[in-house]
T-cell receptor, first 118, second 110 residues
Framework: NAGVTQTPKFQVLKTGQSMTLQCAQD?????MYWYRQDPGMGLRLIYY???????DKGEVPNGYNVSRLNKREFSLRLESAAPSQTSVYFC?????FGQGEPSVNEQFFGPGTRLTVL | SNSVKQTGQITVSEGASVTMNCTYT??????LFWYVEYPSKPLQLLQR?????SKNFGGGNIKDKNSPIVKYSVQVSDSAVYYC???????????????FGQGTRLTINP
């Protein structure tokens, strides 16, 4: 099993350009997530998809759109890139939270995409 | 609101024991995760703490609680960034709140 894969690994954009970051998981997980990682700030949730067909905003959604293409794939789109979006982007997946106990399941992370916007 | 605080940096010598703290505030029942990030590798889960396996949790609405991770007899290869992640299940919304700490950079000197 490959787990969570992300493409591309690296990308350099000019201000105003658009691009889509791809994420796929082969663990049959219901939930998928996009985070950005910035120095001194940890990871911050951009968007998540609790299940196929649903998406919700996280802490920092502005400037991004997402698509849950099917159960396996969850893409992140930057329509008009800005230097403030220079970051490392991580995709993750997990089982949906349990019906009984109010606990959150482990998230499995991809290797990240390093994006630079000039 | 939900929040997480971690110590920014810790440096110790090989063979020492290290405690890394994760102080959190939660508006609901929390799940605490510890992940480690090694250079050029995906985050790996070290520890998951829930109400089931911990006596720390008295219920929802927790303020400034600490959920540390301890590493014994550390080696140079343990040098990495350690992240604490707070997950809060909001069942009435059918949603999860996920908040990372800023990470603790652990450096082990030989």
């Amino acid at each position: 099993n490959a787990g969570v894969t992300q493409t591309p690994k690296f990308q350099v954009l000019k201000t105003g350009q658009s691009m889509t970051l791809q994420c796929a998981q082969d663990m049959n997980h219901n939930s998928m997530y996009w985070y950005r990682q910035d120095p001194g700030m940890g990871l911050r949730l951009i968007y998540y998809s609790a299940s196929e067909g649903t998406t919700d905003k996280g802490e920092v959604p502005n400037g991004y759109n997402v698509s849950r293409l099917n159960k396996r794939e969850f893409s992140l789109r930057l329509e008009s890139a800005a230097p403030s979006q220079t970051s490392v982007y991580f995709c993750a997946s997990s089982e949906a939270f349990g019906q009984g106990e109010p606990s959150v399941n482990e998230q499995f992370f991809g290797p990240g995409t390093r994006l630079t916007v000039l | 609101s939900n929040s997480v605080k971690q110590t920014g940096q810790i440096t110790v010598s090989e063979g020492a024991s290290v405690t890394m703290n994760c102080t959190y505030t939660s508006t609901g029942y929390p799940t605490l995760f510890w992940y480690v990030e090694y250079p050029s590798k995906p985050l790996q889960l070290l520890q998951r703490e829930t109400m089931e396996n911990s006596k720390n949790f008295g219920g929802g609405n927790i303020k400034d609680k600490n959920s540390p991770i301890v590493k014994y007899s550390v080696q140079v290869s343990d040098s990495a960034v350690y992240y604490c992640l707070l997950g809060v299940c909001v069942k009435e919304e059918g949603a999860q709140k996920l908040v990372f700490g800023q990470g603790t950079r652990l450096t082990i000197n030989p």
